[in-house]
């Protein structure tokens, strides 16, 4: 295998790993998401409701992130 094909496949790697990481971490999956509907919300006073409650508009990593919170 070449040194540019090993690279390559690494590069894939680390980057679905930031993907699933980023997915997985609602703070980091929904931001975009937070700043558009919810960011007249302080830490504390229902930013999860907030983003639940705007669930059909929010993006799919957002709601793939909320999803897994709720299965902890």
Known sequence: MSKLSFAAIAFVVALSGATFAQ?????????????????????????????NGKRDQLSTTCKTALDSRKKK
């Open 23 to 51: 997915s997985a971490d609602p703070r980091g999956a929904c931001k975009a998401d937070y700043d558009r509907f919810c960011a007249g919300i302080a830490p504390g006073g229902g930013i999860v409701a907030c983003l």
